[in-house]
């Protein structure tokens, strides 16, 4: 099945799951943090729900790519996001955050390099997932935007 992830993030994403799965609860108060400082008026219980949503999805797809089986069911993940009311500002917030969080929660087990796969494969969950309904979108469609695009840049695509 066609997959938006190089060869070399799946790579990444095998060594580093173990490490991930043994962080989780610090990466999700890591992310819960930042969706809470960034949206103060936000109660810290929605923030908590929304970071353990977005880093399951996470872990979940990273478990689709390295078993072989392509991206995870993105119908499925858009209908989760929606009614769990995970809006685009969680999307940019998350995406922005997963790196650094990751550091942080596993120190050498998860260094920025890994924190990088990481959120690459989320954007490329998002791609997946926005495109859903617009004609001529196809699952597993590359991006049209380069490597090495600025995020503004990716976050404006989305728009």
Do not use: C, Y
């Amino acid at each position: 099945m066609p997959t938006d992830v190089s060869e070399r993030t799946i790579e990444m994403l095998r060594d580093s799951l173990p490490a991930m799965n043994a962080h989780r609860s610090a990466i999700i108060d890591g992310i819960s943090s930042s969706l809470a400082a960034a949206d103060p008026p936000r109660d810290e219980w929605r923030a908590s729900r929304v970071a353990t949503s977005l880093v399951g999805m996470l872990i979940d797809e990273a478990r689709h790519l390295v078993s072989g089986d392509g991206p995870g069911d993105v119908e499925a993940i858009r209908l989760e996001h929606e009614r769990a009311g995970i809006e685009r500002f969680h999307h940019s917030r998350f995406g922005d955050a997963i790196a650094a969080v990751m550091m942080d929660a596993g120190g050498a087990a998860l260094p920025k390099s890994i924190g990088g796969a990481w959120g690459d494969t989320f954007w490329a969950v998002i791609r997946r997932m926005e495109a859903v309904g617009r004609p001529g979108a196809a699952l597993g469609q590359k991006s049209q935007q380069p490597a090495g695009t600025p995020r503004a840049e990716r976050l404006m695509s989305l728009a």
